[in-house]
Structures are given as structure tokens and as C-alpha cells.
Nanobody, 126 residues
């Protein structure tokens, strides 16, 4: 069974940065597309960012473009979410997820995610 474990969450002041990590078990990590999502009380799950298996394509929610990036290191079986200029509205539980590759130019629009982590809390104080 593929396991995804998020880490790096915590409390940060507005304007600060956090780098979340998602470590995957197994040797098949490099063949999976990966994404980050967040969800808070009373909110629907929100897509944030995705990266294709090879790292040659990324996609971001418009509201986080320029602030968040989603690098990956396949040698370490890890995908990251670098978050800069954090604001209180970014407070949520953040989840990483993995799914099968796709080769359509708009692959991110219908990406399936088969594996999910348990989430890590991010709290941004004003």
C-alpha cells in the first residue's frame, strides 16, 4: 500500500513562509502525478497545485500563483509545497495526494487522485 505522510505544518505569522513535505513510500513515486489540497471547517476541499510525474508541467489555483510552488524530488520520493506571503485565510489542513499520469496538455483538469495523506495543520496568525 502506498503511504503519503505530510509534515512541515505549524504556526506562522502573516507574511511568513512554510515548506510542507509529502513523503511517499515505495519505488513507484516517480510515475505518479502529485497534488496539494486544503480544507478547513465549513469549507469544501480546495485544489491548490499539481505537478506531473516527470516534473515537466505544473498547475496552480489562480489565487495562489506567485505565492505557492510545488517542486518534487523523485530521488527522495518527496513532493513539496513552498508557501510564501502567507495570510490568515491560508489557515487550513493541507493534504497531499497522488494519482496516475496523464499526457493531455490539460491533464490537471481531470486528474484522479488515488492516494491521500492524513493532512498537516497550517495556522497563519494576523
Amino acid at each position: 500500500q502506498v503511504q503519503l505522510v505530510e509534515s512541515g505544518g505549524g504556526l506562522v505569522q502573516a507574511g511568513g513562509s512554510l515548506r510542507l513535505s509529502c513523503a511517499a513510500s515505495g519505488r513507484t513515486f516517480s510515475s505518479y502525478n502529485m497534488g496539494w489540497f486544503r480544507q478547513g471547517p465549513g469549507k469544501e476541499r480546495e485544489f491548490l497545485a499539481a505537478i506531473r510525474w516527470s516534473g515537466d508541467s505544473t498547475h496552480y489555483k489562480d489565487s495562489v500563483k506567485g505565492r505557492f510552488t510545488i517542486p518534487r524530488d523523485n530521488a527522495k520520493n518527496t513532493v513539496y509545497l513552498q508557501m510564501n506571503s502567507l495570510q490568515p485565510e491560508d489557515t487550513d489542513v493541507y493534504y497531499c495526494a497522488g494519482g496516475p499520469p496523464a499526457y493531455d496538455p490539460n491533464w490537471y483538469r481531470n486528474q484522479r487522485y488515488d492516494y491521500w495523506g492524513q493532512g498537516t495543520q497550517v495556522t497563519v496568525s494576523s
